[in-house]
């Protein structure tokens, strides 16, 4: 049996369903291929973002965090909760349930749309042509005028730590611990074990995270990465820099870890281990030999700035491709190819992707950092603006932080908004938004934010720029 489609889709993650849902908007016979099996040993749509991923992840971070609240932050408004306790398997079932509502979403957003679906795992053939190993194994081809490839990425595994069920675990394990572990290694410093360590930290565990690198969050502005390890340390996160991961043993119920760092070989024991330094992209079984599509060494498959590959029509968006493995771009990747799928002159700003780290407080930043552009000689101007000052964070308690505003020194025009502090994945999306529409320091000190908000630290920050924030003292007074 052959299907002809106009677009046919190779996975259903936050790349690949929106750019299904997408296409089938602008009026395009539409399937989406999806293999991916949830807890419940169904299909579910939603790729690692819904299902293993973004949402899971903050679902649980803000789990963690009213608990770790209720013990540390209450306090301080006149609020006694020393009996808290936390039932991690009530939180994980709540977590559980909002992954089960948020794809299942996605196959009703299907059916509105008219997407067909097929499950199954899909294979690039020669001319467009698809092969769909359903579930039961049987075979089928499916036509397509163009093919997108979406098929995302999974933890890459290090030889020095091999997972071991329960113990040694990737990001996915992480997510279904059942109770607290006292003792909890993470290696990697990167924004999954850094959340993935917040979230075990506020419940209890003693977190220590392994880091090959010296320097700490190496694409972020160092301003921002310094406040923010400094702030994670007081919180008592164990982040120990350099550090190089050879081996590791278990032993029972726990795994003995051994790694260098500057002074040499040392050993530590944890009750649970989290492999977290990094993703690979998937291209299992996914091309045929002779279906044309090309990759690098690595898996990524080559792509222009349009996400086409060196075949006519066929397309590949997401974690499969080059530059940030975030959501927000696999997403913004499938409306554009979408788009052009369809005739429309779509494109995309690849300069103002935000990156957000949802520790507490938050790292968000987008644009470029005061290195880069320094690097780069281009001549700068930088305001910035303590939460420590800012009556809506004192008001929170949450006064941890700063927001910086980077602009050119001649234009005025912003070049990066770096922030670490309470709600800066919210805050730094009005830096992401004024960018796009090219705006000066000068422009963003002139709009009126409400007050008392967090985001009036960005207001002050882009005054400070060009020395006329109102609620700190300005180093250059005009
Ligand atoms: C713990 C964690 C937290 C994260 N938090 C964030 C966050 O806060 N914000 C953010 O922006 N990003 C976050 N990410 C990253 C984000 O999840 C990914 O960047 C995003 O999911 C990539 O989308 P994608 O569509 O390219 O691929 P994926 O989401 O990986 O989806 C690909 C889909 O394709 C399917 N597939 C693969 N091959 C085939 C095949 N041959 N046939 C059929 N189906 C196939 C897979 O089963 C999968 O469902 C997080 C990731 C993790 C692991």
């Known amino acids: 049996m052959s299907d002809k ?3 046919v889709v190779i996975g259903a993650g936050p790349g690949g369903y929106v750019a299904a849902i997408r296409a089938a908007q602008l009026g395009l016979k539409t399937a989406c291929i999806e293999q991916y099996k949830g807890k419940e040993g169904k299909v579910s749509l939603g790729g690692t973002c819904l299902n293993v991923g973004c949402i899971p992840s903050k679902a649980l971070l803000d789990s963690s965090y009213k608990f770790h609240e209720a013990h540390e932050g209450f306090k301080v408004h006149g609020i006694d909760a020393k009996d808290v306790t936390i039932d991690v398997p009530a939180m994980i079932g709540r977590k559980d349930q909002i992954v089960k509502n948020l794809t299942g979403g996605i196959a009703t ?9 097929f499950e199954g795992h899909g294979k ?3 001319n467009k042509q698809v092969e769909v190993t359903g579930m039961d194994g049987q075979t089928q081809i499916v036509e397509a005028q163009n093919v997108i490839l979406a098929s995302g990425s999974r933890p890459i595994e290090i030889p020095p730590a091999p997972l071991v069920e329960g ?3 990737d990001s996915t394990g992480a997510l279904d611990f059942t109770s607290v572990p006292k003792r909890l290694g993470v290696i990697g410093a990167g924004v999954i074990g850094l959340e993935l360590g917040s979230v075990w ?19 972020a502005d160092e301003q921002i990465a310094k406040e923010g390890l400094k702030i994670l340390t007081k919180q008592g996160l164990n982040v120990r820099l350099g550090t190089r991961v050879t081996g590791s043993e278990v032993n029972g119920n726990e795994v003995t870890v051994t790694f260098t760092d500057a002074n040499g070989e040392q050993k530590q024991t944890f009750d649970k281990l989290i492999v977290a330094v990094g993703r690979r992209p998937v291209t299992t079984d996914l091309l045929a030999a002779d279906c044309g599509v090309e990759s690098d060494e690595r898996g990524y498959i080559y792509v222009d700035d349009y996400c086409a590959t060196s075949v006519p029509g066929v397309y590949a968006i997401g974690d499969v491709v080059r530059g940030l493995m975030l959501a927000h771009k696999a997403s913004e990747e499938g409306v554009m190819v979408a788009e052009r799928i369809a005739g429309h002159k779509a494109q995309m700003n690849y300069d103002l992707i935000p990156s957000v780290i949802y520790t507490h407080p938050e790292m968000a930043w987008v644009g470029k950092t005061e290195q880069t552009l320094k690097a780069e000689g281009v001549e700068i101007k930088i305001g910035t603006f303590p939460f420590a000052a800012s009556g809506r964070a004192m008001a929170a308690n949450d006064t941890a932080g700063l927001v910086k505003v980077i602009a050119d020194a001649k234009t005025d025009r912003v070049l990066g908004v770096h922030i670490v502090g309470p709600s800066a994945a919210d805050i730094v999306q009005q830096g992401a938004i004024a960018m796009e529409f090219g705006t000066s320091a000068e422009d963003l000190g ?6 008392p908000t967090l985001s009036e630290a960005l207001h002050e920050a882009a005054l400070a720029v060009n020395g006329h924030a ?4 300005n180093r250059k007074k005009r």
């Open 5 to 7: 489609f106009d677009v």
């Open 109 to 117: 957003l299907f059916k509105a749309n008219g997407v067909t679906l």
């Open 124 to 126: 690039l053939l020669a």
């Open 167 to 169: 113990i040694v675990v």
């Open 201 to 219: 930290a506020r419940l209890g565990a003693e977190v220590t995270v392994l880091e090959a690198l010296d320097k700490f969050l190496p694409a």
């Open 446 to 451: 002139m709009m009126v934010f409400s007050h």
């Open 470 to 473: 109102i609620h700190i003292a």
